[in-house]
């Protein structure tokens, strides 16, 4: 038999867990299911190497909707030789097995054994696709079994027949209602699985054998009509999520190659095609607005409240809505890798991560029910033993202790809290990578901030020239334009486009190279010159008390100086000022009411960082700073004991965000590496949305207490007097099945708007 292995996430030296990865890592790890006292994580590895030959199949399993049925499958398939991983999706019901058969029939035939049926995917087919439609069941059972229960009990009470009429019509209810719990059951306990179908047919069976004959119809039915409200509540969360798919149309209008417009099914729209949208219609694929302008609502994808303008040039995402003008655009991603595809993967991807009152609820629950279920055993047996009970009322208490022995209720109110809050926060156009970090946000006290386009508007512009050496007039900005016009940096951008502004002649460059936190260099007509700031300037040795003294002048502006430099010395200087975000400042203010501390650490110099931080409200300003040095700050922070949380833009910062309990990044939407590699992506470049994010970690974290206070209290209150012989088996199943509805709604208070 193949055993599962396990992976426990990294630890550094000061015992934090690693920021990245993680997520990935808690796929593996054992975790409890839903009523079982067994593990079924959402990435289950049965061998510790994949084998060359290896393929991945996946199959739709419709009745595959909770953790009851994952830890079944996982048990069986494990048992299979050449099954190697799987894959649970159980928001999509979607399996899928990493496996070396050369066929998939043994993985059907294993499945189909449990009572369910696999149905094969092709590699074609979306798993993000919606299900088929479930068949209708039909009412008149259920309503059946209802009538007959209350039919047997008033019989019972009244004494209107015989006791064989009564059980005659207490087993058509049961018959009517109950027949898939015990088929549920009678698989579960083949398989060593004590989950609630398992317990719930062993306690009717109990009270039929005892001649309890309108209670045992009376409980299943309860069972029956409590498990279709939880089922129809849990929807509700799973909804949430698929609610995602149905934002991007079906259809967009592409133009053929004769110039003609015709639609087509958005799988089919090839890349670079060009896509129009009318007023008034969803956007249908990531791409660049061609021609035409308009007022996008971006609400979906970004959270952002008010439209946003689009013309030439700028980017659409799918599942938008076009509001004004009608706009034609070129497709830069394909239908499954848009924007709002990777959105809908990345949420359901989280929520195999197991947070850590999830990990907590799945250790306590495997212990749990077994012990119920031998205290039942014991309850049944030692009084009549040896304290001269009576057999017929122990072995009663038991079966009702066995009723109430599922912890249905503490195991399923963490992930439909935790699906909940991930969902709320993907409509507020924050992309939380696990139910891990949407825990961990409400422990952050302290953020760390990059500067440039986090906390300003990340789009300067050229304020300041100055020539230093009067040989390089009229060549010194087209010298640096050209240097600048290699570079991404914002800084070297404002260069760049101020001489495109002024339609200077930009030269080639050779040997070009960037300079981490510094700046760039290279040779133009056989010349090195270096273009940085002031720690290059330092490290050239080409510094001088006149220059530090106008580098100081301008740098207590805000702005931050840049200098062109050759072998000799500086030859010339430019200023560039950012303007800061005016949202900056409102977040700022709202992060200090939540007790969360701020500093700022850009490789701006010091006087532009203080002058920047000033404005905005920041504790901290740290400037000079290179990727080490700010990896090194947030080193710091953990060593004075604090919660460290990260915001930049999850490609330059990425030691510092890596390192950080959560890294935030900015601006994430359409950008791939952001929402691959960030813990937190905020959608738009909105600071607001971490405080927003800090007060929905704080609420789902209060109402998991609430739910395991509730599950666990209630319990204990109802073992004692089912003890006390104060309980009867319809009230254990209210009690049990009550509190489980109970802390679902409670979760799904979360999915408010």
């Known amino acids: 038999m193949n055993q599962p292995v396990s992976h426990t996430p990294g630890k550094d030296s000061h015992g934090h867990e690693h920021s990245h990865d993680h997520a990935k890592h808690e796929h593996a790890e054992h975790a409890h299911s839903c009523c079982s006292h067994d593990a079924a994580p959402a990435l289950v590895q049965?061998?510790?190497?994949?084998?060359?030959?290896?393929?991945?199949?996946?199959?739709?399993?419709?009745a595959m909707d909770c953790p009851t049925e994952q830890t079944l499958i996982q048990n069986k398939l494990g048992k299979l030789a050449g099954v190697e991983q799987l894959e649970f999706n159980l928001i999509n019901r979607v399996l899928g097995v990493r496996h070396t058969h050369a066929d998939t029939v043994a993985i059907e035939q294993a499945v189909a054994s449990l009572g369910m049926q696999a149905e094969p995917l092709s590699d074609s087919t979306e798993e993000t696709a919606a299900a088929p439609a479930p068949v209708k069941k039909h009412w008149w059972p259920l309503a059946l079994a209802g009538v007959a229960a209350l039919g047997a009990e008033a019989i019972h009470f009244a004494e209107l027949a015989p006791s064989w009429v009564v059980a005659l019509v207490a087993l058509v209810s049961i018959l009517s209602?109950?027949?898939?719990?015990?088929?549920?059951?009678?698989?579960?306990?083949?398989?060593?699985?004590?989950?609630?179908?398992?317990?719930?047919?062993?306690?009717?069976?109990?009270?039929?054998?005892?001649?309890q004959w309108p209670e045992a119809a009376m409980v299943m039915f309860l069972f029956t009509v409590a498990e279709l409200i939880e089922a129809r509540s849990l929807d509700r969360a799973r909804n949430a999520i698929g609610g995602l798919m149905q934002l991007s149309p079906d259809l967009a209008t592409v133009q053929d190659a004769d110039g003609q417009w015709r639609e087509l099914d958005v799988k089919q729209v090839a890349l670079g095609a060009l896509v129009r949208v009318r007023?008034?219609?969803?956007?249908?694929?990531?791409?660049?607005?061609?021609?035409?302008?308009?007022?996008?609502?971006?609400?979906?994808?970004?959270?952002?409240?008010?439209?946003?303008?689009?013309?030439?040039?700028?980017?659409?995402f799918a599942g938008t809505i076009n509001q004004a003008g009608a706009l034609e655009y070129r497709v830069t991603a394909a239908a499954g890798q848009s924007t709002l595809a990777r959105i809908i993967k990345a949420v359901?991807?989280?929520?195999?991560a197991r947070a850590p009152t999830q990990r907590f609820v799945d250790q306590f629950s495997r212990i749990y029910t077994p012990a119920v279920f031998a205290f039942a055993l014991a309850v049944a047996?030692?009084?009549?033993?040896?304290?001269?009970?009576?057999?017929?009322?122990?072995?009663?208490?038991?079966?009702?202790?066995?009723v109430v022995a599922c912890p249905c209720a503490l195991v399923i109110s963490t992930p439909v809290t935790i699906v909940s809050g991930l969902a709320a926060a993907a409509r507020k156009g924050i992309l939380v990578k696990g139910g891990v970090y949407l825990e961990g946000g409400r422990k952050l006290d302290f953020l760390a901030l990059d500067k440039t386009g986090t906390i300003t508007h990340g789009k300067p512009v050229q304020t300041d020239h100055e020539v230093l050496e009067p040989l390089f007039e009229g060549r010194?900005?087209?010298?640096?334009?050209?240097?600048?016009?290699?570079?991404?940096?914002?800084?070297?951008?404002?260069?760049?486009?101020?001489?495109?502004?002024?339609?200077?002649?930009?030269?080639?460059?050779?040997?070009?190279?960037?300079?981490?936190?510094?700046?760039?260099?290279?040779?133009?007509?056989?010349?090195?010159?270096?273009?940085?700031n002031h720690r290059l300037v330092e490290e050239l040795g080409l510094c001088s008390p006149q220059l530090e003294a106008r580098l100081d002048a301008?740098?207590?502006?805000?702005?931050?100086?840049?200098?062109?430099?050759?072998?000799?010395?500086?030859?010339?200087?430019?200023?560039?000022?950012?303007?800061?975000?005016?949202?900056?400042?409102?977040?700022?203010?709202?992060?200090?009411?939540?007790?969360?501390?701020?500093?700022?650490?850009?490789?701006?110099?010091p006087h532009t960082a203080q002058a920047i931080a000033a404005q905005v409200g920041i504790d901290q300003a740290h400037g000079n700073l290179l990727p080490a040095d700010k990896l090194k700050t947030i080193e710091d922070l953990y060593a004075q004991g604090h919660r460290v949380g990260m915001v930049g833009d999850g490609i330059n910062d990425a030691p510092a965000l890596a390192r950080a309990e959560i890294g935030f990044a900015m601006a994430a939407a359409g950008t791939d590496t952001a929402i691959e590699t960030a813990d937190v992506a905020l959608m738009d470049d909105d600071l607001r949305k971490i405080p927003a994010f800090v007060r929905l970690s704080r609420q789902s974290a209060a109402i998991l207490t609430q739910n395991i206070v509730l599950a666990l209290g209630i319990k204990a209150i109802f073992l004692a007097v089912t003890f006390a012989g104060m309980a009867t088996m319809w009230m254990a199943v209210f009690a049990d099945m009550g509190v489980s509805l109970l802390v679902v709604f409670n979760g799904l208070r979360l999915l408010r708007k």
């Open 279 to 316: 007023p008034g219609e969803r956007i249908g694929l990531d791409g660049e607005v061609v021609s035409g302008q308009s007022s996008i609502d971006q609400a979906p994808i970004t959270g952002e409240s008010l439209p946003v303008e689009k013309g030439p040039g700028d980017k659409v």
């Open 177 to 211: 209602c109950g027949l898939s719990t015990y088929k549920k059951g009678w698989i579960a306990l083949k398989n060593g699985n004590l989950n609630i179908n398992a317990l719930m047919s062993i306690a009717v069976t109990g009270a039929v054998l005892i001649g």
């Open 381 to 402: 047996v030692i009084p009549p033993l040896f304290m001269a009970g009576a057999w017929f009322d122990w072995i009663y208490r038991a079966l009702v202790l066995l």
């Open 554 to 605: 301008l740098e207590r502006q805000g702005k931050t100086v840049v200098l062109l430099l050759d072998k000799s010395g500086p030859l010339a200087l430019f200023a560039v000022a950012d303007t800061v975000k005016e949202s900056s400042r409102e977040a700022i203010a709202e992060l200090h009411e939540l007790g969360i501390k701020t500093v700022m650490l850009t490789g701006d110099n």
């Open 476 to 532: 010194a900005q087209a010298l640096a334009a050209s240097l600048a016009d290699r570079s991404d940096h914002p800084v070297s951008r404002a260069i760049a486009v101020f001489a495109t502004e002024q339609q200077l002649p930009l030269s080639e460059v050779t040997a070009f190279e960037a300079l981490a936190g510094r700046g760039v260099r290279g040779e133009i007509d056989g010349e090195l010159y270096h273009l940085g």
């Open 46 to 62: 049965l061998s510790e190497a994949s084998s060359a030959g290896a393929r991945l199949s996946r199959f739709r399993i419709e």
């Open 348 to 352: 359901e991807e989280a929520q195999g």
